[in-house]
């Protein structure tokens, strides 16, 4: 069984979401059914691989450890930078273990021993340092255990998202809707399950068996083009589908889990991309990466203007988004290439006279709208880990 794939995980999960159901429009609070279903489906879908669930069972307990005794130390001694920098490189160690590993395709530990990781550990990583951060910062002031477990767990977003905030998830935890409330959420969620699996099935399915059967592997123009934006609407509509069931699924339970893709291919330029595509984990790296890096050098002096500070602060941002996905070259690539795009976006916004004359005018927006699709696409064309091969056979062509 995997999250929202497979005819016997929907069998399940409409049966399992039926109780919430009955509690809510009860006005129920639904706050233990929610902790008892994700620990249900995690041992369904785990069980078969007993490590992975001891990784994924045993990381949660070394988040919650952490956690809980930074907030123990961060009241003690206060914003004490060591304290706070070691909190966080604890919890991200496992994270590098796991990407090194991969990597390699061995553990670190030799051959014939398993390889660290489990399903999901990217993302419960994300909640757990931007707890941290928010506990540096005195936001949060305390965690509750049962409730930060949760939302670590918390099944539908377990494996891919979308990213919530624990400050919001604590909020929507604690909550008992009216019926009226109540309603609406399941409206909503039953509205978003149905369109993402209509996302998922039909649409990602035919993009993909397209791609895969008439365009792999094929070098001259006509096909790379057709591949890179095929690519593009299969990540789009498998992401955005398995996204919307698992924002769906949350909301019939009582949480209302951000949106994770708003219309990404009508972006008339790339921070209008990033500002659509895959939202929790951009607006991450952009609270959490960016926006810290810009006031630390602000504060260090490191740079001449705020200009340069956001050029450098983007370039960083969008590589560690590369690295986050993995350590093989066209993912770092990829990140490397987004953070050239936002810079050059960045700098001609700012400087351009031509740009402030004419950015509302419909003909500019239209052009400034084809040039950033086929920039996404470009991209998607180095994610995909084939622009390698396209650069080898264009230069074997012109070789010949």
């Known amino acids: 069984m995997s999250f929202f794939s497979g005819f016997d995980f929907f069998v399940v999960l409409?049966?399992?979401?039926?109780?919430?159901?009955l509690l809510g429009l009860r006005e129920k609070s639904l706050r233990f059914?929610?902790?008892f279903l994700t620990g249900a489906f995690i041992f369904l879908i785990y069980h078969k691989s007993p490590q992975e669930l001891l990784f994924l069972l045993s990381?949660?307990?070394?988040?919650?450890?952490?956690?809980?005794?930074?907030?123990?130390?961060?009241?003690r001694y206060g914003r004490n930078k060591y304290i706070y920098g070691h909190a966080v490189l604890i919890v991200l160690i496992p994270?590098?273990?796991?990407?090194?590993?991969?990597?390699?395709?061995?553990?670190?530990?030799?051959?014939?021993?398993?390889?660290?990781?489990?399903?999901g550990l990217s993302y419960i990583f994300f909640r757990v340092v931007q707890t941290i951060m928010e506990i540096y910062d005195g936001v949060i002031k305390d965690v509750n255990g049962y409730q930060f477990l949760t939302f670590l767990l918390f099944f539908p977003s377990l494996s891919s998202g979308p990213?919530?905030?624990?400050?919001?998830?604590?909020?929507?935890?604690?909550?008992?809707?009216?019926k009226a409330e109540y309603n609406e959420l399941l409206e909503q969620g039953i509205v978003k399950i149905v369109l993402g699996l209509v996302y998922k099935l039909p649409l990602s399915g035919t993009f993909l068996y397209i791609m895969n059967t008439y365009m792999l592997n094929k070098f001259d123009?006509?096909?790379?083009?057709?591949?890179?934006?095929?690519?593009?609407?299969?990540?789009?509509f498998d992401f955005a589908g398995y996204s919307?069931?698992?924002?769906?699924?949350?909301?019939?339970?009582?949480?209302?889990?951000?949106?994770?893709?708003?219309?990404p291919f009508i972006s008339i330029d790339m921070k209008d991309f990033w500002n659509r595509w895959h939202i929790t984990l951009s607006h991450w790296f952009r609270d959490f990466v960016f926006t810290r890096f810009i006031i630390d050098s602000a504060r260090k002096r490191r740079f001449n203007n705020r200009l340069t500070a956001a050029?450098?602060?983007?370039?960083?941002?969008?590589?560690?988004?590369?690295?986050?996905?993995?350590?093989?070259?066209?993912?770092?690539?990829?990140?490397?290439?987004?953070?050239?795009?936002l810079g050059i976006t960045e700098f001609y916004q700012k400087k351009s006279k031509f740009y402030k004359i004419y950015k509302d005018h419909a003909i500019y927006k239209i052009c400034s709208w084809f040039v950033t699709l086929n920039a996404v696409m470009l991209g998607f064309l180095i994610f995909s880990g084939q622009f390698s091969a396209v650069v080898a056979a264009f230069t074997k062509y012109l070789g010949q």
């Open 95 to 119: 994270l590098i273990i796991s990407k090194i590993e991969l990597f390699m395709g061995q553990s670190l530990l030799g051959p014939d021993t398993t390889i660290y990781g489990f399903l």
């Open 221 to 236: 123009p006509l096909h790379v083009i057709g591949y890179a934006y095929f690519y593009g609407f299969y990540m789009f």
């Open 33 to 35: 059914y929610r902790m």
């Open 244 to 263: 919307l069931m698992a924002i769906g699924t949350s909301y019939i339970l009582g949480i209302k889990m951000p949106d994770n893709f708003n219309k």
């Open 14 to 21: 409409i049966i399992a979401l039926i109780p919430a159901i």
């Open 311 to 341: 050029l450098v602060g983007l370039l960083l941002n969008m590589t560690l988004m590369g690295i986050w996905h993995g350590l093989e070259a066209h993912y770092i690539l990829y990140g490397v290439y987004h953070g050239v795009l």
């Open 59 to 75: 990381y949660a307990i070394l988040a919650l450890y952490v956690v809980k005794l930074y907030g123990f130390l961060r009241a």
């Open 163 to 178: 990213i919530d905030r624990s400050r919001r998830f604590f909020q929507d935890d604690e909550k008992i809707y009216t």
